[in-house]
């Protein structure tokens, strides 16, 4: 979060220093994309007149907007495919930006989707096939898996995050062993064992526990079944 306000900082004082400066880039980045979508693999930016007449963080700055111009159409659909992805790489040594650099675009990129396709999926609380199955599209598009990205990207607000998902299946007072199924199965999906999600909700589903009995005498049997249930 430092190092992203740092960077919004020192655009705002270029823009103060060179208000032009932006205009200037979103058109040479214009020009250079046309270049590129014109002589395709044949490109070279050794021969591109725009070196001529930019250079150094400016040209930089237009390199990587093409590059970024490209991998939003590749995004598109939230899956980047084989073929695209040769393409992406093509592109980046022909602009000659660094891996490292292509990387943290890709992965901004990934991130971005991931998060809004994680979201949207657990707006019912509950991760359906053909969600998954988008979210495993975004990680294959990086080399990696939907685990793994919601341990990259999520890990700070996963204990809230079942919490939540608890409070609502829960919230008429009652739960059934299909809805604690189906809680488990989204912390399946996500990289999320038995037990660390038993961590997770331990507080909260004692409570719950405890006021479901003080509210209705159960007997001995029901009791333990009830306790089963959610791990307590």
Known sequence: MAAEFAKR???????LLDPEREARVEKNTAILHQEVAKAGRG?????????QRVSGPELQEVKERVFRHVLTKAWADDTVRQEELKTLQWLGEALQLS????????????????????VDALDDGMITDAEYARLDGIAKSVHSTVPLLFRAYCSESADSLFRDLFAVIIRDGEISQFEWQRL??????????????LKMLQPQAQVFVEQVLARRPTKSSARKKMRCLIGC
Do not use: M, N, Y
């Open 99 to 118: 891996s490292a650099v292509v990387s943290r675009i890709h992965g901004q990129f990934a991130k971005d989707r991931f998060e809004k396709a994680f």
């Open 184 to 197: 488990w199965k989204t912390a399946e999906q996500l990289g999320v064992g038995r037990e660390e999600l």
């Open 43 to 51: 490109f070279s930016l050794e021969k591109s007149p725009l070196l």
């Open 9 to 15: 900082f020192l655009k705002g004082v270029v823009s």
